[in-house]
């Protein structure tokens, strides 16, 4: 059996150290590098499985993807980052590629999309598991496709994903669509929580003929069926954007082969250089020191 293609929504774990590790790593420069220092301990730790294809997803910005064009108030319960998380964020991703490692952003796309695009492209002849902490990238799961929370060490199927929402992972997008997703600020269809959600999709299959047969929907058996068939009538503009704006973009262009997710040789004398920068102590400088002598 070849090697899964490992992903990584690099991003949810810089900011999960941002917020999690205390304020007591410091550079050179004075700059606060605490998510520096965790995510640098969780690459440590993901590389001990010894992937043979990895590549680390980053968002390059809360503002400038292709979302914000569609719908302006996607993500704008979030503060943008400040000037120090910017300079943390960038350390990343230096990191990143000094370890050896592909690291992927771009302005248009979020990491989700360069995700479901990898997953696309390299998942045909190899399962794909996905290191995150977002469950709504199990839209892209197939069959033997897994996202791995890697902090709890839990991993979820398909199956496991169909049961916490209710759907296929198929119709994870149109679910979120239509019940809304208040981490991302989408609000979804007034009065069309979860279940309905679910069981709507449950007996239409998709959105698209959920709001094409809404006259069905008056003469189903579900609750409140005529005030939903309404909500959907009214509201039908409203939930196809949305629509737009939870699905995944798996067709993103860009110009990367397989082979270019096989770590490669870190640098080390950039990395010693940079745990100088970063004043890092003496125990993750020997951890990264091994990993140039592997």
């Given at each position: 059996?070849?090697?899964?293609?490992?992903?990584?929504?690099?991003?949810?774990?810089?900011?999960?150290?941002?917020?999690?590790?205390?304020?007591?790593?410091?550079?050179a420069n004075g700059e606060?590098?605490?998510?520096?220092?965790?995510?640098?301990n969780f690459v440590l730790?993901?590389?001990?499985?010894?992937?043979?294809?990895?590549?680390?997803?980053?968002?390059?910005?809360?503002?400038?993807?292709?979302?914000?064009?569609?719908?302006?108030?996607?993500?704008?319960?979030?503060?943008?980052?400040?000037?120090?998380?910017?300079?943390?964020?960038?350390?990343?991703?230096?990191?990143?590629?000094?370890?050896?490692?592909?690291?992927?952003?771009?302005?248009?796309?979020?990491?989700?999309?360069?995700?479901?695009?990898?997953?696309?492209?390299?998942?045909?002849?190899?399962?794909?598991?996905?290191?995150?902490?977002?469950?709504?990238?199990?839209?892209?799961?197939?069959?033997?496709?897994?996202?791995?929370?890697?902090?709890?060490?839990?991993r979820l199927g398909p199956?496991?994903?169909?049961?916490?929402?209710?759907?296929?992972?198929?119709?994870?997008?149109?679910?979120?669509?239509?019940?809304?997703?208040?981490?991302?600020?989408?609000?979804?269809?007034?009065?069309?929580?979860?279940?309905?959600?679910?069981?709507?999709?449950?007996?239409?299959?998709?959105?698209?003929?959920?709001?094409?047969?809404?006259?069905?929907?008056?003469?189903?058996?579900?609750?409140?069926?005529?005030?939903?068939?309404?909500?959907?009538?009214?509201?039908?503009?409203?939930?196809?954007?949305?629509?737009?704006?939870?699905?995944?973009?798996?067709?993103?262009?860009?110009?990367?082969?397989?082979?270019?997710?096989?770590?490669?040789?870190?640098?080390?004398?950039?990395?010693?250089?940079?745990?100088?920068?970063?004043?890092?102590?003496?125990?993750?400088?020997?951890?990264?020191?091994?990993?140039?002598?592997?």
């Open positions: 059996m070849m090697a899964p293609v490992y992903l990584v929504d690099a991003s949810i774990y810089i900011f999960r150290s941002y917020f999690s590790i205390p304020s007591t790593f410091v550079a606060l590098v605490n998510a520096v220092y965790g995510y640098t730790d993901l590389l001990e499985h010894e992937p043979q294809c990895i590549a680390f997803a980053f968002d390059e910005s809360l503002v400038t993807c292709y979302r914000n064009a569609i719908y302006p108030e996607y993500k704008a319960n979030r503060e943008l980052p400040d000037a120090n998380l910017e300079f943390q964020l960038a350390q990343c991703q230096r990191l990143t590629s000094l370890m050896g490692l592909c690291g992927l952003s771009l302005e248009d796309y979020e990491a989700d999309d360069i995700i479901g695009s990898l997953a696309r492209r390299f998942g045909v002849n190899r399962d794909i598991c996905i290191v995150t902490r977002d469950k709504d990238l199990g839209q892209l799961l197939r069959k033997h496709d897994q996202l791995w929370d890697f902090a709890a060490d839990v199956d496991d994903v169909a049961e916490k929402f209710g759907v296929l992972p198929n119709q994870l997008a149109d679910f979120l669509a239509l019940a809304g997703d208040p981490v991302d600020n989408i609000p979804g269809a007034p009065g069309i929580g979860s279940k309905t959600a679910a069981v709507l999709l449950g007996e239409f299959e998709s959105l698209d003929k959920l709001l094409s047969k809404t006259d069905q929907v008056r003469q189903s058996g579900i609750r409140a069926a005529a005030r939903i068939a309404e909500t959907l009538e009214r509201h039908r503009s409203e939930i196809e954007m949305y629509r737009q704006v939870t699905a995944i973009h798996c067709e993103v262009p860009m110009d990367i082969e397989l082979g270019d997710l096989a770590p490669s040789k870190p640098d080390a004398a950039s990395l010693r250089e940079f745990c100088d920068e970063m004043a890092f102590g003496q125990r993750i400088r020997q951890r990264i020191e091994a990993r140039t002598h592997d």
